[in-house]
């Protein structure tokens, strides 16, 4: 396993600086990489977010919590995808562990999700296509501060047999 992912914890302070475009285009690759069930590369989008209007936009939509990031990523599955939930958290994962391996922070954000997707004109403003779901948003910027280490390794209950 690699140390990006060992050491990937959510950041909730953000620095205001805006990340480069080899950062933004190094994530979209790492989200375009994620699985997807049954191969359906048709079921889930992603808006992009890095113009400060619209970021403000969506944080008024949301009460502030995507954390003022300078970048979001607001991932939509289509509503009647029977994995759509399951593909935007592999595909949320892939962007918060790649964000990490650049030196960035991010955390996954779904009560953010929830309150975006009811506002149907701000999800069309978005470019959200019309009979999509927006299942989760990953904020992402550069960190305020370095979160404390966390032993994670026994985190879980694992049964070897």
Same mark, same amino acid.
């Given at each position: 396993?690699?140390?990006?992912?060992?050491?990937?914890?959510?950041?909730?302070?953000?620095?205001?600086?805006? =990340?480069?475009?080899?950062?933004?285009?190094?994530?979209?690759?790492?989200?375009?990489?994620?699985?997807?069930?049954?191969?359906?590369?048709?079921?889930?989008?992603? &808006?992009?977010?890095?113009?400060?209007?619209? =970021?403000?936009?969506?944080?008024?939509?949301?009460?502030?919590?995507?954390?003022?990031?300078?970048? =979001?990523?607001?991932?939509?599955?289509?509503?009647?995808?029977?994995?759509?939930?399951?593909?935007? &958290?592999?595909?949320?994962?892939?962007?918060?562990?790649?964000?990490? &391996?650049?030196?960035?922070?991010?955390?996954?954000?779904?009560?953010?999700?929830?309150?975006?997707?009811?506002?149907?004109? =701000?999800?069309?403003?978005?470019?959200?296509?019309?009979?999509?779901?927006?299942?989760?948003?990953?904020?992402?910027?550069?960190?305020?501060?370095?979160?404390?280490?966390?032993?994670? &390794?026994?985190?879980?209950?694992?049964?070897?047999?």
């Amino acid at each position: 396993m690699t140390d990006a992912i060992l050491t990937r914890q959510s950041v909730r302070k953000f620095r205001p600086d805006k =990340l480069t475009e080899p950062e933004v285009t190094q994530l979209i690759a790492a989200f375009n990489a994620a699985p997807c069930g049954m191969h359906q590369t048709d079921v889930m989008q992603a &808006s992009v977010v890095k113009n400060d209007a619209y =970021l403000n936009k969506i944080e008024d939509a949301c009460d502030h919590a995507c954390y003022d990031a300078p970048l =979001l990523f607001v991932i939509a599955t289509k509503a009647d995808s029977q994995f759509g939930e399951r593909d935007a &958290s592999a595909a949320a994962e892939n962007i918060m562990v790649e964000a990490n &391996s650049i030196g960035l922070g991010s955390v996954y954000l779904m009560g953010a999700a929830f309150s975006i997707d009811k506002d149907v004109a =701000l999800k069309k403003e978005l470019g959200i296509d019309e009979g999509y779901k927006i299942q989760v948003i990953v904020s992402v910027g550069y960190p305020k501060e370095k979160p404390e280490a966390e032993d994670r &390794s026994n985190r879980y209950k694992v049964t070897i047999k």
